[in-house]
């Protein structure tokens, strides 16, 4: 019990990301990865109710180019599902009902098992179908180039290629260094990153570009340091290294350590 109660935070924890970063990450989504020509959007209670209630993470009622009406439904998954063909059969149904429009729907993956969902419901005399996308499988550099730190962030979730996750890590918090926010603003930007980041498990690349490029974070306030309140340089400097032994442990590399924390290679290779 104790073990499923922490997928369903987790869950929970990546569908809150998700909706904070909706409006940006949406009309990216829509016009580079499914290619739709939306010129106007108009947005639809996520709560779905007849006789019963359903909740969605995103649903709009748009026009294209075309002048086209319909409803436009996004579910982003943390985890595979085996039901969710029928889930998803569920909401049509239940979008049809209300709505009565022409109905697009994307489920887009983002966890880093493979992607084992189907993507249809045959039954006899039924048979349903919907569009499923991994993140996985999307080109980084689709989102990298992105001068908004919430799209270019997403391209640590997509296919890396030959690229360094710890170099990307280091660009994405280096452009959220150079915003002109406040250090509050910052900081929310950063924790999101920590959080997306895990999907793909590249958190000690993360933790150690973010002692490197993050300098707006004081090192008492930086989360890196488990929020500790001690500001004598004493203890700071027993931290960092302690901090060094649990990347050491993690497999880091002694020269990635070395470049985000500061200490010399000969340290790093005496901590145990």
């Known amino acids: 019990m104790p073990k499923e109660k922490n997928k369903i935070t987790e869950s929970a924890i990546y569908d809150k990301l998700f909706r904070e970063i909706s409006p940006v990450f949406l009309a990216v989504f829509v016009e580079k990865v499914l290619g739709l020509d939306i010129v106007e959007y108009a947005e639809l209670k996520d709560k779905l109710q007849v006789t019963r209630q359903k909740e969605t993470d995103t649903l709009r009622k748009v026009i294209d180019s075309q002048g086209n009406v319909f409803i436009l439904q996004v579910e982003i998954q943390t985890r595979n ?43 006899p005399d039924f048979n349903f179908r919907y569009t499923l996308l991994s993140f996985s499988d999307l080109p980084y550099d689709m989102f990298i180039d992105s001068e908004q730190p919430e799209i270019k962030m997403l391209a640590l979730l997509g296919n890396l290629k030959e690229a360094d996750p710890f170099n990307l890590t280091e660009d994405i918090v280096k452009t959220i260094d150079a915003l002109p926010e406040p250090v509050s603003s910052k900081e929310s930007r950063l924790m999101q990153l920590r959080i997306l980041i895990q999907l793909r498990k590249f958190t000690p690349q993360l933790e ?44 880091v590399s002694i020269a990635d350590i070395a470049k985000g924390t500061g200490l010399s290679v000969e340290e790093i290779e005496k901590l145990k």
């Not at 969710?84 to 049509?92: L, R, S, T």
């Open 81 to 123: 599902n085996p039901k969710m063909a029928v889930q998803m059969a569920d909401y049509w149904v239940l979008l049809h009902q209300i709505h009565g429009l022409p109905i697009k729907q994307y489920v887009l993956y983002v966890g880093h098992e493979p992607l084992s969902m189907p993507n249809k419901l045959e039954q």
């Open 208 to 251: 150690v570009a973010m002692l490197k490029a993050a300098t707006f974070f004081k090192e008492e306030k930086d989360p890196f340091y488990k929020r500790g309140q001690a500001k004598e340089r004493a203890k700071a400097e027993a931290e960092k290294r302690k901090i060094a032994l649990e990347f050491k442990n993690l497999g």
